[in-house]
């Protein structure tokens, strides 16, 4: 339901060309934004807030922080988050930039960008302030850590990144535009050069173990210096690549693109419950600080939500699966006609849908692992 596009890559893209690449809507963030609104799949913290046409992670003021995370965990092994940045000053110098995050968890705030330290994943940094006075004024850089490493913003990560290219980073006449892929276990960071529309590598591709299920997210913090900075869009896309695709067989190849759809059809899957279960919670959310009405129009939601994954369901003729969403329907049904008891019964099918959605995991898990052993088998994969 949430895949809209399917397309074989152009070179200029860094990808392959038996890699398709589809829009993911739930991982990406796009305006204009109205004042005050809750964003379905993105949380704003500390001075993050909405302007018209981009997300303020923070404003110009000094020693502040922002942050902006994705509410959804990311299914894809293989992915590319295309995003445009706008950092603004009135003064000659500003600080300190953003950060791009990929990690196992959410991160609360704190010290690196407004993120906290010694995270799991990759770190890209936007950084627009030269804090020891050693190399560019401005530059992107790419940190990978494991947890035990504390990044060193007094040297601007002097010796932690794995990569890094000087950038114009303030007041550009053009928003800046980053592209992170993690495809195959390789990084690629590039930018776009506004004048050229074309691509540049920031530095050679990476090999480089992130963990699964990760969280996309975007902070940003101040200093004695400030700037405004912006965040005008996230476009994120699932990336698919059949290895050695050229020397597969007619039949080969037929066979790895049906398991292909199969996989992807499995997240989905996993991904629906999951957007389920963030709808409940967040009308549980509602129920406590608004009226009635809100719960209605929340369950509304939810229950054409549920329809349109049935439907998809019934399409892909999944039985097991569209009984399991068949139950779910008709739990979510059954208690929209008594919103008296909203609150208890909200509870019980949340831990429901949990039960639902750990079994899910489990059978998505299982059926990668399948999948995996299938490619092997049809030699579709080294
Ligand atoms: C101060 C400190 C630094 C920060 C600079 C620029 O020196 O807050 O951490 O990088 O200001 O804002
Ligand atoms: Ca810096």
């Known amino acids: 339901m949430i895949f809209v596009l399917l397309k074989f890559c152009s070179a200029q893209d860094t990808l392959s060309a038996s890699t398709s690449k589809r829009y993911s809507e739930h991982l990406s963030l796009l305006g204009p934004f109205k004042e005050g609104q809750i964003l379905e799949q993105w949380e704003l913290s500390e001075r993050a807030s909405l302007k018209p046409d981009s997300v303020r992670i923070v404003p110009a003021l000094p020693q502040s922080s922002g942050q902006i995370w994705n509410r959804n965990p990311v299914y894809y ?45 990759l770190g890209v940094f936007l950084d627009t302030f030269n804090n020891d006075g050693r190399g560019p004024p401005s530059v992107i850089l790419a940190v990978v850590n494991d947890g035990t490493l504390s990044y060193k913003h007094g040297e601007d990560g002097f010796g932690q990144s794995i990569g890094s290219c000087s950038a114009r980073l303030r007041n550009t006449v053009e928003p800046v535009e980053v592209t992170v ?36 997210g975007f902070t940003s913090s101040t200093g004695a210096l400030f700037d405004n900075h912006d965040l005008i869009s996230v476009e994120t896309f699932h990336l698919t690549s059949f290895k050695g695709n050229e020397e597969m067989s007619i039949k080969q190849r037929e066979g790895s693109s049906l398991l292909q759809k199969a996989q992807n059809s499995q997240l989905q899957m996993a991904q629906s419950i999951e957007n389920l279960e963030s709808s409940v919670r967040s009308s549980l959310e509602l129920y406590r600080n608004q009226q009635e009405r809100h719960h209605s129009e929340r369950l509304q939601k939810i229950l054409l939500l549920l329809q349109k994954t049935i439907r998809e369901q ?8 569209l009984k399991t969403f068949k139950s779910l329907h008709k739990q979510v049904n059954s208690f929209s006609t008594s919103l008296s008891e909203f609150r208890s019964l909200l509870w019980d099918r949340l831990l429901g849908i949990k039960k639902i959605s750990a079994n899910y995991s489990k059978r998505k898990k299982n059926f990668l692992n399948l999948s995996f052993v299938s490619l092997i088998l049809i030699g579709g994969m080294d």
Do not use: M
């Open 77 to 121: 092994q293989d992915w590319q988050v295309v995003f445009k940045v706008r950092i603004t000053g009135t003064k000659d110098l500003g600080a300190d930039g953003i950060a791009f995050w990929y990690t196992s968890l959410k991160q609360e705030p704190g010290p690196v960008y407004g993120s906290a330290d010694h995270w799991k994943g």
């Open 181 to 216: 892929q993690y495809s195959n276990k390789i990084l690629t960071v590039s930018t776009l050069d506004p004048k050229t529309q074309q691509a540049k590598v920031c530095f050679p591709p990476q090999p480089v173990q992130l963990p699964i299920k990760g969280h996309f």
């Open 314 to 321: 019934k399409a892909q003729d999944d039985k097991a699966s």
